[in-house]
């Protein structure tokens, strides 16, 4: 105990340190986005604002001065004016009907180029039109250009400059207007579309992505970081991560060995002195005839709660007396304690009780020992030996076992059929009295699905075999219409009666 102890102190010791590491791990990846992100966005900021300005000092005053311009000379002059000292604005044109009809370097354009790009609206008055053919290179080169009543200019940047310096690390913006998207740029092969909508100015993941938006009225910038293409190109970074994983491992394991300890050894030690200690309680279940609705029998199950008041579940500690080989001594707890239970209740003979065993006490002979010691053989008729579906060593000396067991006057049922070991070869050398439907084949059986069919399917092989059939976990009507229609005999589970200690159910019978 005192091992197991400081070896869970040793492992809470390593999994504080793994979280410390990756806290900061993660708080130094995440900074470093953050810092990329950020750097990014004022590249961006810092264009668009410099574009802004260019419209505002110069493309704004050719409209609001010129509000029906001609391609004449005092026109053409002040587009070449506003070209020569706009940074990110160039060729300047005039449009009239959605034709550029002139501009700042070729003058009258004949014929007039159309406005055949997406044209988006902006702010109030501005459109942005994206791959609209240049009339300077004869349409054969096209851009995005920015439109405000009849002038219009076209954007001048270098791509590069508005490109992030790593590969993982893109971004699109685009513009906003009543609520939707309009015009964008941004990355080569980044849509944003490809991610659910998302509220503004938060960050989040998705498909392999963190992403950061940034808006404002008019226009949004969504920036994604890669995290694949990040670890690729970032070796310490996946370096770090690869030793941190490997520490995991390694801290997982220690916990999976301690937690094989816990299983595999602590509670065996808790069941053997459970057994030592006759811990075990015993409850009854009755077993329903389902034509006439009456009361045939009990099941005797097993309750264990161990000293510091744990309730280990049956199919728990079941598994563990066999792994102790312990199982003729449960055996023999549940036979002495059971028959003792009822006599002094005064309830034996009264009715059948069935009782499980193991296919081992049948095959060696002991069982029978055991009745014949405890037990006057005029009670034999009124037991009924379930053989649970375990693993059958000798089906041989099992079978002269339960031939004897018939022959004293004792019933023997199959139990759990059809999860365990049991075949048609097994039910046919047996040659047992009764059959028990599993529960896991009876719940959820009343809707149609194939656990109806394969209930058929048993009940058919345990006619064919001359069998009385008890369907076990019974808890709806509609599972015990089901079971009635179909030909099961008798039913057993919470639709009746939940198990009972001996004193309710002596109770219980003598109301």
């Avoid at 810092?35 to 990014?40: D, E, V």
């Avoid at 009239?96 to 109030?124: H, M, Q, R, V, Y």
Wanted: hydrophobic share 40%.
């Amino acid at each position: 105990m005192n091992k197991t102890i400081n070896n869970l102190k040793i492992f809470l010791l390593w999994l504080t340190t793994l979280f410390i590491i990756l806290y900061i791990l993660v708080f130094t990846i995440v900074n470093a986005w953050s810092h990329h992100k950020r750097a990014l966005l004022e590249k961006i900021d810092t264009i668009t604002i410099s574009m802004d300005h260019d419209m505002e000092t110069y493309l704004y005053p050719l409209h609001k001065n010129n509000t029906s311009p001609n391609c004449d000379q005092s026109v053409i002059t002040l587009m070449k004016q506003a070209d020569f000292h706009a940074k990110y604005l160039t060729n300047f044109a005039i449009v009239k009907n959605d034709t550029i009809i002139c501009t700042s370097e070729n003058g009258k354009i004949d014929p007039p180029t159309f406005l055949s790009g997406d044209i988006w609206p902006a702010e109030p008055g501005v459109s942005i039109i994206q791959e609209q053919p240049i009339p300077l290179f004869d349409g054969k080169v096209k851009g995005a250009a920015v439109k405000y009543g009849h002038f219009l200019a076209f954007f001048d940047y270098q791509k590069s400059q508005l490109e992030s310096n790593f590969t993982w690390l893109k971004y699109i913006r685009y513009g906003i207007h009543n609520n939707k998207k309009t015009y964008s740029f941004g990355s080569y092969g980044f849509i944003d579309d490809q991610f659910t909508n998302y509220v503004k100015n938060l960050q989040w993941y998705e498909k392999g992505h963190w992403l950061f938006s940034n808006c404002k009225s008019t226009s949004c910038t969504v920036i994604a970081i890669d995290i694949l293409q990040y670890l690729k190109e970032e070796k310490t970074v996946t370096l770090c991560l690869i030793l941190f994983i490997t520490t995991l491992t390694m801290v997982v394991t220690f916990l999976a060995s301690s937690l094989k300890y816990w299983l595999y050894h602590h509670l065996p030690r808790q069941v053997r002195i459970g057994l030592n200690c006759q811990q075990l309680n015993l409850n009854y279940q009755p077993i329903i005839n389902i034509r006439n609705k009456k009361v045939v029998g009990y099941e005797v199950l097993c309750r264990w709660q161990t000293q510091g008041g744990d309730r280990i579940p049956p199919e728990k500690f079941i598994d563990i007396v066999e792994k102790n080989n312990q199982t003729e001594e449960l055996t023999n707890l549940v036979i002495s304690k059971s028959i003792n239970e009822l006599k002094e209740a005064g309830l034996m003979g009264n009715f059948n009780i069935a009782i499980n065993v193991f296919p081992n006490d049948i095959a060696s002979g002991r069982l029978i020992e055991r009745f014949k010691k405890i037990l006057p053989s005029k009670y034999y008729s009124f037991i009924t030996i379930e053989l649970t579906e375990r693993k059958i060593d000798n089906l041989s000396a099992l079978c002269e076992g339960v031939k004897q067991l018939r022959e004293l006057g004792f019933s023997v049922a199959i139990d759990d059929f059809g999860t365990g070991s049991s075949n048609l070869e097994t039910l046919r050398e047996l040659q047992a009295d009764k059959l028990k439907i599993d529960k896991s084949f009876v719940w959820g059986a009343e809707k149609p699905c194939l656990k109806q069919d394969l209930i058929n399917h048993i009940v058919n092989i345990a006619k064919s075999f001359r069998l009385s059939i008890i369907a076990e976990g019974v808890e709806t009507t509609e599972q015990l219409d089901l079971l009635r229609s179909i030909g099961v005999d008798y039913s057993q589970g919470y639709l009746h009666s939940e198990p009972v200690c001996v004193k309710q159910l002596a109770n219980t019978i003598n109301k």
